[in-house]
């Protein structure tokens, strides 16, 4: 004949359940610092790597930009090309210098132009956007000046327009179309990424989309892109970043940071 618990019993099963919970919770959060920690020490890896064929290259783009300005014989399609390629370059080598000084407590920021580091990720991309047929949009006020990080801010709008980019492409739809808005609030600023893609599955919802290997690509995606952008969004714009599924089929993900830095973000203001 089975017997009934008496309450302390219950309370004292109870009790043992949540700590097997916790204790397992814990677990996971260890075996994701030490994931953490190893895709830290492989970025500053291969950041020291690259930086060297990158400063050669650049050298090399450089000479092939004085042939086009020294030969009239070149197409304007050579020079553009030319132009975009010393662009990608630049672009990589200040990447690699921020994956070796993301981590240092001593940065300088200094205000830059919303509009113009938004523009310049999108031109960096031109190339794949035209090969995808998508079309961007962009609701950014032109004299909107901040005070941060300029090159991680350009990684965040890069990372979410590379993503949206991927969900347009996967959609199929004949009309691809992505937009960038920024909205300026009396203490915040908003930065919202929306396309018409395939969207975000739900069981990923609200937040587990930007966890550490967390994909929607299967295994052509690696987990580590929207990851890094909430830890910029977090560490050096004092953030949130969020997303949702809009109307359309596609989603939305907005970043929502202070209009002014403190004092104390990370890094010191540039004088």
């Known amino acids: 004949m089975k017997t009934s618990l008496s309450p302390a019993q219950v309370e004292l099963e109870r009790s043992v359940d949540e700590l097997k919970k916790e204790n397992e919770a814990l677990q996971i959060a260890v075996r994701q610092q030490s994931k953490l920690a190893s895709v830290g020490m492989l970025s500053a890896a291969i950041a020291h790597q690259w930086l060297q064929p990158l400063s050669a290259l650049t050298v090399a783009a450089q000479e092939l ?3 086009c300005d020294m030969e009239t014989d070149h197409s304007p399609c050579t020079r553009e090309c030319a132009q975009r390629l010393m ?38 991309l031109k190339g794949s956007l035209i090969q995808r047929k998508i079309q961007v949009d962009m609701d950014i006020p032109r004299p909107l000046i901040w005070n941060g990080y300029a090159n991680e801010f350009k990684h965040v709008v890069m990372i979410l327009l590379s993503n949206a980019m991927d969900a347009c492409a996967e959609s199929g739809k004949p009309e691809r179309h992505i937009c960038i808005s920024v909205q300026c609030c009396r203490d915040s600023i908003c930065l919202a990424c929306c396309d018409n893609g395939v969207g975000i599955p739900e069981q990923l919802l609200p937040d587990r989309l930007f966890d550490l290997f967390v994909s929607t690509k ?42 002014v830095l403190p004092q104390a973000a990370g890094g010191c203001a540039a004088s």
């Not at 929207?226 to 939305?252: K, T, Y």
């Open 218 to 259: 299967g295994d052509r995606g690696t987990g580590l892109g929207l990851n890094l952008a909430r830890r910029i969004v977090h560490e050096r714009m004092f953030g949130a970043i969020s997303a949702e599924n809009s109307s359309d089929g596609g989603a939305c993900i907005s970043v929502r940071f202070p209009r």
């Open 65 to 67: 930009n004085c042939m």
């Open 87 to 124: 662009e990608y370059l630049r672009f990589m080598t200040e990447t690699m210098e921020s994956f070796r000084e993301f981590s240092s407590a001593y940065q300088f920021r200094a205000d830059f132009c919303v509009f113009e580091a938004v523009s310049f990720v999108v031109k960096l």
